[in-house]
């Protein structure tokens, strides 16, 4: 659950550098991201508050995540459109995978039903990456 917070973090920032540096098209999907990473994060932390799942949330992402968001807020223009479309497609892909491992296999009923409920909106948001690219 370290990863998904994580991934839930980069989604959020990096779609929040979006409303200066990228056209309409990205700005709406920027829009979905923060609103939609910012509810799931909301109820991992819900999970986690009320005793459900004894994990350690980060309240800033990793390194690795770190120098992702670092790396895309370094570009503008073109290059950042396509650094920014490019990291949502792998960080969607990653995050579809590691949801539905966890909601085959998972060991704690409450996190694999969020797993579960998550996927569904995760498979829509890899779709919609994909098609920022065409």
Request: proline share 2%; glycine share 6%.
């Amino acid at each position: 659950m370290t990863e998904a917070a994580n991934s839930d973090l980069l989604e959020i920032e990096s779609s929040k550098l979006v409303a200066a540096k990228s056209d309409a098209k990205d700005k709406a999907f920027a829009d979905r991201m923060i609103k939609d990473h910012t509810a799931t994060s909301a109820e991992l932390k819900g999970l986690v508050s009320r005793g459900k799942v004894q994990v350690n949330l980060p309240a800033a992402m990793d390194k690795a995540h770190g120098a992702k968001l670092d790396r895309l807020n370094s570009l503008s223009g073109a290059a950042f459109t396509k650094a920014y479309q490019d990291l949502q497609v792998s960080a969607h892909k990653d995050a579809v995978l590691l949801f539905e491992r966890y909601a085959k296999g998972g060991d704690n009923a409450d996190l694999k039903g969020f797993a579960v409920k998550t996927l569904p909106p995760l498979r829509e948001h890899s779709r919609m990456a994909q098609d920022l690219r065409k």
